[in-house]
């Protein structure tokens, strides 16, 4: 299990590669990189976060992520600071026995970032500068999994 919060830039494959070398008893391998989207103009992203807090809250999903779907491995990698249109913000890697669980377990984790993960994002764009406000769908994307429980 790894959690990493930094402002330093990562190479999706290196980190792919990394993480799937040795992993005794997987049969699947899933990663998920998000990317800041030049939507509507957007200029650039800012991610502000509580340093500690913040590392301990994802540590404790990707845990729960690890115990709940039967992980054999997990690393979550979450940005920090500026973020130019196209950089990546994060990635999630997950491994498992059986694809069905690495699947759902990086689902699991993708939607616990984008709704609870204590991460703050400004928007830089033609209109100038705007916090992102909480989605319905993404709380409704994670309701699912407490539904499931």
């Known amino acids: 299990m790894e959690v990493r919060v930094g402002a330093e830039a ?3 494959g290196a980190e792919l590669r990394d993480f799937s070398d040795g992993l005794a008893g997987a049969g699947a391998v899933v990663s ?3 990317v800041v989207r030049g939507d509507g103009g957007l200029r650039a ?3 502000e ?9 994802v540590a404790a999903m990707v845990e ?3 115990a709940r779907f039967g992980l054999v491995g997990v690393r979550v990698i979450h940005r920090h600071g500026p973020l130019e249109v196209g950089e ?3 990635m999630v890697l997950t491994a498992a026995p059986h694809r069905r669980a ?3 377990a990086a689902d699991f984790l993708m939607d616990w970032l984008k709704s609870r993960a204590p ?4 928007e830089h764009g033609p209109e100038g500068t705007a916090w992102v406000a909480a989605k319905g769908e993404d709380e409704d994307a994670l309701l699912r999994w407490s539904a499931s429980s």
């Open 10 to 12: 990562f190479d999706p």
């Open 32 to 34: 998920f990189t998000g």
């Open 45 to 47: 992203l800012e991610i």
């Open 49 to 57: 976060h509580y340093p500690g807090m913040t590392e301990s809250a």
């Open 64 to 66: 729960e992520a690890r």
């Open 88 to 90: 990546p913000i994060m």
């Open 102 to 104: 690495a699947f759902e």
């Open 119 to 122: 991460f703050w994002k400004k």
